[in-house]
């Protein structure tokens, strides 16, 4: 279990008491303790589960430390759950609205009575709102502009929560001696960046355990049907879970069908069809004769198809590959060698350079780069010139004093709100691994953006271009761009093109990211760590090139140290 997780459930937790109007002191606490946690450069659960005294952290007392062995013991806690029978979950939602804090929900729940979004909204529609005490037109008007995004998006969950859950079901039910098969279909199998539902299927030989065994499941909240071979939960995060139970001879079937998506599986009916075959979750069928359903090689082979990757069941380029026999061997976490976006204490990451070195080279990676802040992001500690080149001067000292991996000394320089950069060119040129981004003014027009990332481009000195839209998937849209032009001029100036691994990031998308390969471009997949434990996020990063198609060629950090080098612009 990582830190994040743990401080997540805290900053949870803090925000249902600021709602309930509890002790100010008390949710101070909470968040406290949240940011401890989140910036602790060890494992909270390692040193729990060692019966270790975490009262050594500044801001947790015995209470807090008492919770967090709870919460790591069981996957719950009790404060929490007492909370959530009192607060529905569609009251958190509204958190979701830009600019909406736990305070403004409180009054909404707590004066208003209002229980969901679908209730704000009509409150607002109402005029309530501007009415209440400290509200206004303004905040009115803004509420009302947000809301619908605000459900949509609460009706999503990321990829990494999707997986987590969705993988240690499927882990917990195959300790079932009556659960012969089981695994994750659906988007989360495809790896989208967001889901809406998950699927799990199983074969049985005897389904009831397998049911009995997901209600209890601790991120299961209720079970909203149970039929023979089919259960439907809600889980905590408001997200719906479908078990389904299906033959032995069909469980490849179902695995292509409800894998989907919904376009890809349109064109394989399709194909199936003009074979005069049909297809559907049991089987394909010649008539009433069953030829194919045991595994999905079979189901794709009778229709002449080779297996194709989930990731790329989209109906975009995976058929027309299929017809040229040229699927591409999409790249593999194992093939990457390298990391080059990360934070370490001298901004606003929790790890030492040494640390960060240390753990990359236990991952089997061969080099990094350490990119800390410039100084322009002065909340995570930016660093200025003078302080960037002192902060070089230890990465190169710590790079001789440690063996089996290379250290490149970098920096996440920042676009400037008036398009220049944030630090001279001289400092930059300093640099083994300069990362261009936006942080700031992420709202200016469209313009304005377009300028700011084309000189970013146009600077000799510029590597790379991070995090290129700026988008928190489900919070935050990105910068308004034509993503297009940024790729034709990356690629005139020779600068690569990150793929952010962070889940909550993933910029580019699998389709910009595809539009850059298919320019020639060069794609780094980095996981902009700030811990130790923030490599462990490279596996989405992968998961996002392979859903753009990518191979080890694609990906700039699949070469070793001197290949990758020569890749530089400046090489
Ligand atoms: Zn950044
Ligand atoms: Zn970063």
């Excluded at 952290?57 to 069981?74: C, N, S």
């Excluded at 313009?447 to 600077?459: K, P, S």
Aim: proline share 3%.
């Amino acid at each position: 279990m990582k830190n994040d997780t743990i401080a997540g459930q805290f900053e949870l937790l803090a925000d249902l008491l600021e709602i309930d109007g509890a002790n100010p002191f008390r949710i101070r606490a909470y968040r406290g303790a949240a940011r401890t946690i989140s910036s602790a450069s060890e494992s909270l659960a390692q040193l729990a589960g060692d019966g270790e005294d975490l009262t050594q952290f500044q801001g947790i007392g015995k209470d807090l430390a008492r919770q967090i062995v709870e919460y790591v013991a069981t996957g719950q806690l009790a404060s929490l759950e007492e909370l959530r029978a009192k607060i529905p979950p569609g009251v958190l939602d509204m958190l979701r609205i830009p600019g909406v804090g736990p305070k403004k929900v409180a009054v909404f729940f707590r004066t208003l009575g209002l229980r969901t979004l679908a209730e704000l909204k009509e409150a607002c529609e109402a005029g309530r709102i501007a009415e209440l005490k400290g509200f206004g037109k303004k905040t009115e008007a803004g509420i009302l502009q947000n809301v619908d995004k605000a459900a949509e998006n609460a009706s999503r969950i990321s990829i990494s929560d999707a997986r987590v859950i969705a993988e240690s079901v499927v882990d917990d039910l195959r300790q079932l001696p009556e659960v012969l098969q089981c695994e994750v279909a659906g988007s989360c199998r495809r790896r989208r960046e967001s889901c809406g539902d998950l699927d799990v299927l199983a074969v049985c030989s005897d389904p009831g355990p397998a049911m009995d065994r997901l209600a209890e499941h601790p991120a299961v909240d209720s079970v909203l049907l149970r039929g023979e071979t089919k259960q439907r939960v809600r889980l905590k995060n408001g997200v719906e879970m479908d078990l389904r139970v299906v033959p032995e001879e069909s469980f490849g079937a179902a695995m292509q069908y409800f894998t989907g998506s919904k376009e890809h599986n349109v064109e394989v009916r399709h194909r199936a069809k003009e074979k005069g075959l049909k297809v559907n979750e049991y089987g394909v069928f010649r008539g009433e004769e069953m030829i194919a359903g045991r595994s999905e090689e079979d189901v794709y082979a009778s229709i002449g198809l080779p297996w194709i990757p989930p990731e790329l069941r989209e109906n975009r380029l995976e058929f027309a590959w299929a017809d040229q026999g040229e699927m591409p061997e999409l790249i593999s976490l194992q093939q990457i060698r390298g990391d080059l976006h990360m934070h370490t204490t001298a901004s606003d990451g929790a790890a030492t350079i040494e640390q960060m070195a240390i753990a990359a080279r236990d991952r089997g990676l061969q080099y990094i780069a350490i990119t800390d802040h410039s100084q322009r992001v002065s909340m995570a500690n930016g660093l200025d010139e003078q302080r960037l080149l002192q902060h070089w001067e230890e990465i190169r000292a710590v790079n001789d004093s440690i063996e089996g991996i290379e250290i490149l000394c970098g920096i996440e320089c920042d676009i400037l709100e008036d398009a220049t950069l944030d630090l001279a060119d001289e400092v930059l040129a300093e640099a083994d691994w300069v990362i261009a981004v936006l942080h700031y003014g992420l709202r200016q027009p469209h313009d304005q953006i377009m300028q700011r990332l084309l000189n970013a481009v146009r600077n000799p000195h510029v590597d790379i271009i991070g995090h290129c839209t700026g988008r928190i998937i489900g919070r935050r849209e990105g910068a308004d761009m034509n993503m297009m032009d940024v790729l034709r001029a990356a690629a005139d100036h020779g600068v690569m093109m990150e793929i952010n691994a962070h889940p909550s990031r993933l910029d580019l998308s699998e389709i910009h990211a595809a539009a850059a390969a298919e320019l020639g471009i060069p794609i780094v997949i980095s996981t902009d760590a700030h811990s130790t434990e923030g490599f462990d996020v490279m596996q989405y990063g992968v998961d996002q090139a392979r859903r753009a198609g990518l191979t080890a060629e694609g990906v700039a950090n699949t070469r070793d140290l001197q290949e990758f080098r020569s890749l530089l612009r400046s090489s």
